[in-house]
């Protein structure tokens, strides 16, 4: 499925060979594995400054890369598996999981001698709290708590000594297990306050916590009283942050790093790494990160539905796809697309959209008569400022965006916000338009939908509420069957789009390179966020 769109790991392998992809799968199928071996510094970078260490309070790639390796979770994606589905659930901290009969009681066995870092012993009361906090039911309550809507349904948490939690929901949501093996739902120590979990975390996972020096490095050290026999393989993982994508990307083709960070590397780049790094692989593929555009919808005039709606109309996504990344990004709504996504809407279903229907020259059409509609034209410009993260992956589409805008009327300059401080200015809405890039840790109607659209979320950052699509978002949330779900997912994209609600720009696909002595990564297709407990890593020497 990805293969036939994107370069795939083997054929980079392979390149020199001169094989086909088919012919390298086969080939691989039958090679043996390369013998793990343990030891040495796994040495990659953060292209941000983390804004803390705290992944329940953070919504950034640049927090869960670094430090997920420090945790578990009650269970997880395969790291072996590329695609994160129901069907790749594995154990981690819970042994097994079941249902009642009335699917309203998700009970977990938990895995007994497992210490957390600081050598005090895991018990079912570290899930009571870590939830409790979620759940804003504990006096030591988290700074920020992005995800709270994740959590909506789980009424508490209740326990039956020390190994073994039941989650009692207000209704059934047969998504549970898929948000709780998300990177973005560790297990957090009851006896660590959580303004220490922002400096020095402390978790049960395969490396520890050594420093993180701002603007400089994270530094971890491998768990050598892990609870995984013979892992991890690597003694540690050293994360320096550097802002400059040339200077990082350099630094790669020099070997200072054995791995570039995430889906760094655009399609553009590829060739150029390549040339650099001959021998390296570099891995191609859809992210679930979508590039979307923000309006404060309070702000005037931009409380005007018919402004919002010639914005979008204005987005030539053609040109953005073919400019960022070689035509290689996935156009479509929240979710996304088949074949990469599970959920989203069919290329025939979103084309009869209003801001996907016709030619671009139709829709900016369309969108100069709303603006002259509005009192605005050539000699009247709508000046605003566009702001977005300084962060290449957003700085990229929103010079484009600045340019589109401009085609109707608005006098748009350009405001690059610090890193770290990003997602708190988005979620104070201090912006009044804003190229903004949101990641699914999920693949999963209850995390992208929820977070993004639903009144209460603290990641809507548009305060978007409309009544009719959380009554569907909750209806599809109960919805057991896939085809009845997914049909009522389709109701609420219509009328997202209809609504102007967080245009969605791009889906986005990008590479991660590592040299040849980096082994045992599985890159996951839908989603950038799972997969780096680095446990199953090592370096060959």
């Not at 349904?153 to 948000?179: C, H, M, R, W, Y």
């Not at 979307?292 to 402004?307: G, M, S, T």
């Not at 009845?484 to 997912?489: D, L, M, N, Q």
Request: hydrophobic fraction near 40%; charge should be positive.
């Amino acid at each position: 499925m990805v293969q036939a769109r994107h370069e795939s790991v083997l054929a980079t392998v392979v390149r020199g060979l001169s094989l086909p992809v088919g012919l390298a799968v086969t080939l691989a199928a039958v090679m043996p594995a390369a013998a793990q071996t343990a030891g040495g510094t796994l040495r990659t970078y953060n292209s941000s400054n983390p804004p803390s260490a705290s992944i329940h309070e953070e919504a950034t790639v640049s927090v869960v890369m670094p430090f997920s390796a420090v945790f578990n979770n009650l269970m997880m994606y395969d790291p072996s598996k590329a695609k994160n589905s129901m069907e790749t659930i594995v154990p981690e901290l819970a042994e097994s999981w079941a249902w009642d009969a009335s699917r309203t009681k998700f009970t977990v066995k938990l895995r007994k001698g497992v210490k957390w870092h600081d050598g005090k012993p895991f018990t079912s009361k570290d899930v009571q709290c870590t939830w409790d906090k979620l759940l804003g039911k504990h006096a030591d309550a988290f700074r920020k708590n992005p995800r709270a809507v994740w959590w909506e349904n789980v009424k508490e948490v209740t326990l039956n000594g020390d190994f073994e939690a039941t989650f009692v929901l207000i209704k059934p949501q047969a998504s549970l297990p898929a948000l709780m093996a998300s990177n973005y739902t560790p297990v957090y120590p009851c006896h660590v306050a959580a303004k220490d979990m922002r400096t020095k975390p402390i978790g049960t996972g395969p490396f520890k916590f050594v420093s993180f020096e701002s603007n400089n490095s994270i530094k971890l050290a491998k768990n050598t009283e892990y609870w995984k026999p013979g892992r991890p393989y690597l003694d540690g993982i050293t994360y320096s942050i550097i802002g400059n994508r040339s200077t990082r990307t350099l630094a790669f083709a020099a070997n200072e790093f054995d791995l570039t960070f995430v889906a760094d590397i655009t399609p553009p780049m590829v060739a150029d790494v390549l040339a650099r790094s001959p021998k390296a692989v570099c891995q191609t593929v859809p992210t679930n990160v979508s590039s979307n555009l923000l309006v404060n919808r309070e702000k005037p005039p931009f409380n005007d539905a018919n402004l919002r709606k010639a914005m979008t109309l204005a987005i030539d996504r053609k040109a953005m796809n073919d400019i960022i990344s070689q035509g290689k990004s996935i156009v479509s709504g929240p979710l996304l697309a088949p074949p990469a996504g599970v959920w989203g809407m069919s290329g025939e279903a979103l084309a009869a959209l209003p801001g996907y229907g016709g030619t671009q020259a139709e829709r900016l059409a369309a969108a100069r008569k709303i603006m002259s509609s509005l009192g605005y034209g050539p000699d009247k410009r709508l000046k605003i400022k566009v702001s977005t993260r300084d962060f290449q992956a957003y700085k990229d589409p929103a010079v484009l965006l600045v340019d589109q805008l401009n085609q109707i009327y608005f006098d748009t300059e350009l405001e690059i916000v610090e890193s770290s401080v990003w997602y708190g200015r988005a979620a104070r809405r201090d912006y009044t338009v804003a190229l903004n890039l949101t990641g699914a840790g999920v693949d999963d109607p209850d995390v992208v939908l929820v977070e993004g659209y639903t009144c209460g979320s603290e990641r809507n950052y548009t305060k978007y509420c409309n009544a009719q699509v959380d009554k569907l978002i909750d209806a599809q949330s109960q919805e057991a069957d896939f085809t009845k779900r997914k049909a009522i997912v389709g109701q609420i994209e219509k009328i997202l789009d209809e609504d102007a609600a967080r245009p969605i720009i791009l889906h986005g696909v990008a590479a991660t390179c590592w040299h040849p002595q980096m082994k045992g990564l599985v890159l996951q297709q839908n989603s950038i966020y799972n997969n780096w407990r680095f446990e199953d890593v090592w370096l060959a020497k």
